[in-house]
């Protein structure tokens, strides 16, 4: 009896070992995984490249760190990158990263650089990425709803779902070369974006469908601050040009100095 209690035990702390080893083979690991799903991802989705330096996860912590993210452009615009983040900070239940479902307590992602390109008023790179989303998250749904019934046999597995409780984007910056009314390169701060129970409940929500929430509200963060700041710009140009030639018919050589600076303004000179 004791004989085979030992032998019992062995076989247990064997299988512990393992356990261990394989949970740190798949730790070490796990990071240039999750790399190489968002590398492969991120492009389909948004039309664009997308490289990140590194990903580190621990499973015992349930923390992964993202390094040096860079979405980059739609092909027809100059600038090599829409945007850039430096870090990003995430918290997850370790044991749901083996499950259908990641739950994922909190995203922190700290003054990402978001570089704008064309009109605020018309066409630009964000809106471009963004038509690039909804049209592939549009067919998805699409070829889903008209999916036929699953078979048990040879049935695919479904892709993984996403729960994020809390998602908060802090201290964005956006470079913009605004085109059309105005010609300035400016930057100009962003309001903090926030999200909570993302994907709650059972169905939860895809990486896809979090890409296009995400990108949607700096989207529209971004061309609602340039927007306000170029009407604000053209209004105040406006107004200098016409209290010059106010001046200038009055015969005041100065009114015609103002006059030509407001309208250089206009003219974003």
Same mark, same amino acid.
């Given at each position: ?102 739950? #994922? ?43 036929? %019934? %699953?078979?048990?046999?040879?049935? %695919? ?38 999200? +909570? ?13 979090? #890409? ?5 509200? #700096? ?5 609602? +601050? $340039? ?39 206009? $003219?974003?000179?």
């Amino acid at each position: 009896m004791k004989k085979l209690l030992k032998i019992i035990v062995g076989i247990v702390i064997v299988l512990l070992v393992l356990l261990v080893v394989a949970g740190l083979i798949i730790g070490t690991h796990l990071g240039q995984i999750v790399k190489a799903g968002m590398e492969t991802v991120g492009p389909k989705v948004t039309q664009t490249t997308l490289t990140v330096e590194s990903v580190d996860v621990s499973l015992i912590g349930g923390s992964a760190g993202v390094k040096n993210l860079v979405l980059g452009n739609p092909e027809g615009f100059k600038a090599l990158q829409s945007i850039s983040v430096s870090n990003a900070a995430v918290s997850l239940v370790p044991s749901s990263v083996l499950s259908q479902k990641i739950v #994922i307590r909190s995203i922190r992602v700290e003054a990402p650089e978001i570089t704008f390109e064309g009109n605020p008023f018309g066409e630009n790179n964000l809106k471009k990425i963004m038509d690039n989303v909804n049209s592939l998250t549009a067919s998805v749904d699409q070829a889903s709803t008209n999916a036929p %019934a %699953a078979t048990p046999s040879g049935q %695919a597995k479904p892709a993984k779902k996403l729960e994020v409780d809390d998602f908060v984007i802090s201290g964005a910056k956006v470079h913009a070369n605004l085109t059309g009314f105005v010609n300035q390169e400016i930057t100009l701060p962003l309001p903090d974006i926030h999200f +909570t129970d993302l994907g709650k409940g059972n169905d939860g929500i895809t990486p896809a469908d979090l #890409i296009q929430k995400v990108l949607g509200e #700096i989207t529209t963060d971004t061309v609602k +601050t $340039l927007a306000t700041y170029a009407s604000n710009l053209g209004k105040d140009a406006t107004k200098a040009a016409t209290d010059a030639a106010t001046g200038a018919l009055s015969g005041s050589t100065n009114g015609l100095d103002k006059l030509k600076k407001g309208i250089g303004n206009l $003219l974003g000179k």
